[in-house]
């Protein structure tokens, strides 16, 4: 059974960071995939960052390259997103997932968390 617990949500002000975790259980670090999705109010959820957990390779969406960073601890089965110069466009509630391939689309995962809420003024 996979569960995911996402957390580190919260308001700050633009150009301020947070640092999102993501504590999985019920799979393996190593063969699955891993991403970060976000979803405003009367938007599409979208894919902000996934990471392989075997081999690290990570892609990230363009309205974050250089901001935001994904990483992972296997050994204590985290997920992280840290979000730095953060602007008011980057709120919503942002999700952890899991799968066992890759995808840049949320209907690609299978596993999800139930989100945290991320609001940057």
């Known amino acids: 059974h996979v569960q995911l617990v996402e957390s580190g949500g919260g308001s700050v002000q633009v150009g301020g960071s947070l640092r999102l975790s993501c504590t999985a259980s019920?799979?393996?670090?190593?063969?699955?995939?891993m991403g970060w999705f976000r979803q405003a109010p009367g938007k599409e959820r979208e894919a902000v960052a996934t990471?392989?957990?075997?081999?690290?390779?990570?892609y990230y969406a363009d309205s974050v390259k250089g901001r935001f960073t994904i990483s992972q601890d296997k050994a204590k089965h985290m997920l992280y997103l840290q979000m730095d110069s953060l602007k008011p466009e980057d709120t919503a509630m942002y999700y952890c997932?899991?799968?066992?391939?890759?995808?840049?689309?949320?209907?690609?995962?299978?596993?999800w968390g139930q989100g945290t809420q991320v609001t940057v003024s």
């Open positions: 019920g799979l393996t670090f190593g063969s699955h995939c």
């Open positions: 997932a899991a799968d066992s391939f890759c995808s840049a689309v949320p209907a690609g995962f299978r596993y």
């Open positions: 990471i392989y957990t075997g081999n690290g390779n990570e």
